[in-house]
């Protein structure tokens, strides 16, 4: 500014990207972006009656379901699960 004699700093830094529980975001002032980084814990190997569902709030894997009782059998009968 020739009238103050001082120099005058405008614009304003891009806003923070919205991120997942398991991600970070980092302002870069070499590229002047915002990198995120982070990547989703993997899901669990679960059973066939089982369900893995991620939660944002815990940041973690949650493993449902229960395995079918056993039936009763006869003395001469044999239950496996498969």
Do not use: D, H, K, S
Request: hydrophobic share 25%; with cysteine.
């Amino acid at each position: 500014n020739n009238t103050t004699c001082a120099w005058e700093v405008t614009g304003t830094q891009p806003a923070e990207p919205a991120t997942e529980c398991y991600e970070t975001a980092t302002f870069n002032n070499t590229t002047c972006a915002w990198e995120v980084t982070g990547t989703q814990p993997a899901e669990p190997a679960t059973e066939c009656y089982e369900t893995a569902t991620f939660n944002n709030t815990t940041c973690a894997w949650e493993v449902t379901g229960t395995q079918p009782a056993e039936p009763a059998t006869e003395c001469y009968e044999t239950a496996t699960f498969n």
